[in-house]
């Protein structure tokens, strides 16, 4: 064999081998915490609130879906998404309202994710965690998953015992309802180290399902539980409803 195939060969090897031996980059412990409010009070299922049009209702019962994270600074460039990402927000589990997450070591200025389960994951068949359909967000297999829901009680609703009930779901088009939110960081990038953890305190408006892009009146509206049009306007309402408070370095 002529050296300078030997010397190629051999170069070639080293380099797969540094490959193969290249430490990981540092991570870090992300933590997204939701906090879930009307106006400026905080959410409570045995208080009665009044929405942007001055109609009372409670609240009885709030959750959604949060999946596809992705972190990115928007300076560098850099993004990171993270893999197979399904939590279910729930209100009346406190402990669903943090969602820890490892990501690669860094600063982020943008945190991103959808609201609601992605299409692919509507027509999968069965599934366990928080995609469960025994967690009560579940339709039919045709019609898929609900992607947020909310359930209480107005004086002003016409249903049987003056409830309000707002099942939003749909994953095909022209009614899918997953709502895509970009959420800037205010002031400084949030910075992820591979030694404690960052927190960043989002907060949820939930007077804005009412109101945020197209003028929904419990009194017109008491109800939403199937796919259409309807559906998508909620939806598009509460795509509105997050913001980020606060951040806390490690």
Known sequence: MRPALILLLLFVSLTAANRLHRPDAPKGFLELQFHHFI????????????????????VTKFRY???NIVV???????????????FLVNEAEPASKSIRVVVPAGGY???SFLLGVDSLRNTSGAQTGALDPLNDMFWTWNTGYVMAKLEGSSPLSKLPHHLIEYHIGGYKKPHAVQQLIALKVPAKAVQVKSS???????HADLDKWF????PLKIADQPACTTP???????????????????????
């Open 39 to 58: 106006g400026k009070k905080i959410l409570h299922s045995d208080s009665t609130y009044l929405n942007h049009f001055n109609e009372p209702f409670t």
């Open 65 to 67: 879906y949060v999946s």
């Open 72 to 86: 990115s600074n928007s300076a560098t460039g850099k993004q990171y998404r993270l893999p197979d990402t399904y």
């Open 109 to 111: 200025d943008t945190i």
């Open 196 to 202: 404690g953890m960052a927190k960043v305190a989002i």
């Open 211 to 214: 109101y945020a892009k197209h």
């Open 228 to 250: 259409g049009a309807l559906a998508v306007k909620y939806a598009e309402n509460y795509a509105q409803l997050f913001f980020i408070h606060s951040i806390k370095q490690p």
